[in-house]
């Protein structure tokens, strides 16, 4: 099991890149980055400040553009 693991998220069966907590979190990684959706700005926070538990992450605010 994994960090995330351990925080609720769930790894995708059909891309390993890909985490989901309930219907409506959802976390993609691509190397290095990290882009997470979630439907509120709270829950946002709230699992920022989760992953920041376990990993050194940096948050460079709201994505512009995603290929």
Known sequence: ???LEKL????SPRD????SMGKDQHLLIYVDDLLM???TLASMK?????????????D???IN???
């Open 1 to 3: 099991m994994n960090g």
């Open 46 to 58: 709230q699992r920022k400040d989760d992953l920041s538990n376990v990993l050194k992450i940096k």
């Open 60 to 62: 460079l605010g709201e």
């Open 8 to 11: 609720g998220w769930k790894q």
């Open 16 to 19: 390993q890149c890909l985490y």
């Open 65 to 67: 553009e995603y290929i």
């Open 37 to 39: 959706v979630t439907p």
